[in-house]
């Protein structure tokens, strides 16, 4: 009995067109059909990362004999709400310019070839990053004002969202010749040491969390007066306790110096109160590192205005420690 052999031959191309030829014999006829593509991995950004920033880019692994992938971006879970849906991409990665901060997005890919398409991969899931701040309210010292402490508090009022504040004084309006600069400042106030007596001041402030930092705000503008700024006398010897020393001269007439003494980095304040326990003038606030320290009170209020004659008590505080002293004054 004769025997009708049979012989297939499949070649998977790398296109994933499936070459098949068969026949009996010495006679096989080829044919030519295909299979779709595995599904995809996705890769970047990590499913569930956060802070993710403009342009936001999506990469997913390639798959054999894909020739072409699609990728859907959705607002929702089930992919109702689509704010991406892209085909025909040859490449395995794609940007999305312009998705708004603070907000979750869902992704999905799939790979296509003249076969079919696979399936969509797992869902993965990504958070833009936060929006940058809004901008802050200048508190104090008001705009125009004139006598200020050369040791001045500058205050503005806390911004949602913000993590820090950047703070800028500059002697020009347009900040080209900056005096006192900070880009970490976490509270809503801060001191800004050693301005000169009678000269012009702009600042303005800045709020900045993960998403960045937000608009300036409105440049304001004050004029110091006359008053000193504090000095340090620097020792081989650091004091060793808290103390306010005796005020020099008292009675005064125009000036007096104070002097105040801190044994380690401290957080201090200096205040001149009026014989009704009013603030009138603070002469020092803010971190003071260990040492003895001078400053003098020129007989003016946080305003510039010469005060009148009577009694004020100067009040020295750090932590627990507070020191207080009488001055009489004599215009």
Request: a negative charge.
């Amino acid at each position: 009995m004769n025997k009708v052999l049979f012989l297939l031959v499949v070649i998977i191309t790398t296109t994933g067109l499936v070459q098949a030829g068969s026949g009996s014999g010495d006679s096989a006829s080829g044919f030519l059909t295909s299979l779709p593509p595995e599904m995809p991995s996705l890769c970047l950004p990590a499913n569930g990362a956060t802070g993710i920033t403009n342009p936001v880019v999506l990469y997913w692994h390639k798959v054999p004999h894909a020739a072409t992938y699609s990728i859907q971006v959705s607002l929702t879970v089930d992919f109702d709400i689509l704010v991406v849906w892209e085909g025909e991409l040859t490449d395995t990665t794609f940007s999305v310019y312009g998705l708004p901060r603070s907000t979750t997005y869902f992704w999905i890919v799939n790979a296509v070839n003249i076969a079919g398409e696979s399936l969509f991969t797992p869902i993965w899931s990504f958070v833009t990053g936060a929006n940058a701040p809004g901008i802050p309210n200048l508190v104090s010292p008001l705009n125009g004002a004139t006598g200020v402490a050369v040791n001045t508090e500058l205050k503005w009022n806390v911004v949602a969202s913000a993590t820090c504040y950047y703070i800028q004084v500059s002697t020009l309006s347009d900040f080209s010749s900056i005096v006192y600069e900070n880009n970490d400042e976490v509270g809503t106030w801060c001191q800004v040491p050693g301005l000169s007596g009678n000269t012009q001041y702009f600042w303005h402030i800045g709020a900045i969390n993960a998403g960045g930092m937000g608009a300036f705000s409105p440049t304001w503008m004050f004029t110091t007066g006359s008053g000193s700024a504090i000095t340090g006398r620097q020792t081989e010897i650091l004091p060793e306790h808290y103390a306010l020393l005796p005020a020099f001269p008292n009675p005064f007439n125009a000036t007096t110096a104070i002097t105040f003494q801190v044994p380690r980095t401290s957080l201090i304040s200096l205040v001149i109160y009026n014989s009704v326990g009013q603030s009138i003038r603070k002469l020092a606030a803010g971190m003071q590192q260990a040492g003895s320290y001078t400053t003098v009170w020129d007989g003016c209020d946080d305003h510039g205005r010469v005060v009148s004659s009577g009694v004020y008590l100067c009040r020295f505080e750090s932590g627990e420690h507070v020191f207080m002293q009488k001055m009489l004054l004599l215009q």
